[in-house]
């Protein structure tokens, strides 16, 4: 997969090579809108930052971006670049599908041969990541500062999303994980990639539907009944067909779910 953008000096404002390989190989109409003016998109976009994100500091990662997203339309003639400010008619063309939508977010279309289009929209923090080392953002204060640019990650994603066609269905058994660990590292990532998140809240698990492709267990802390047991192992089996898949993050209590453990062991993970 695509990692997250090196901001080292010699390649800070070009795309990776791996991300290179990727693009040249795109034979659809691929657009990529982004709702802001090209001329001011950083400044506002620090402005815009301040306001909604308490952060104060925006470094280079800003201009950085427009860099990068050049790179994308040199790398494939089939890569059209746009940029239309987010309140413009162009722009809320987009508004029923992406009511919440904002300055400076990206749509990513698809077009395929027969003419359809699908887009996907990419924000501010899918592309960027930000941290207070004083502890007084959460007060309320401007002490955020960017550290990390996602760009490629983001759009990459989303382009490859839209082009395989597919979507996955990923649900969270919130019963036995932490989900607030879940929301924090996980569900975005796994949503950039096109997974559709939803939770099974049920405190027993009887059931799992077949339409679900991925289950997650995110540092249980109370261990699963035989019962439990055998729903998760029907449902992995899938009628002898296989082809699930779970997606099992440990936390710091994993003395306490020896049942799960042992499920575990039987399908190869210890």
Known sequence: ????????????????EE??????????????????????????LAQYAVQYYNIADNSDFYSQTLNLIDGYSEANKNIEVKFTDYTSAAAKTYAEEFPSMFYGDIIVSVTSDTGETKNRLVT????YTYSDSTGYAAQGYSNYTVDGNNFETAVSSAINVLLSGKTKSLALLSAHSTASVFEQYYSETLHMNGFDISTIDDAFI?????????????????DFLPEEITVLNTWLDNGGQKGKSLIFIPGKTVNNIPNLLEFLQEWGIS
């Open 1 to 16: 997969g695509i990692g997250k953008f090196d901001m080292s000096s010699g390649g800070q404002n070009s795309i990776s």
């Open 19 to 44: 991300n290179k390989t990727f693009l040249k190989g795109i034979d659809k109409k691929v657009t990529l809108t982004v709702l802001a003016n090209r001329d001011s998109y950083a400044s506002s």
């Open 124 to 127: 501010f923090t899918d592309i």
């Open 206 to 222: 009887s059931s799992i539907s077949s339409d679900i492709d991925t289950v997650a267990i995110v540092c249980p802390s109370t």
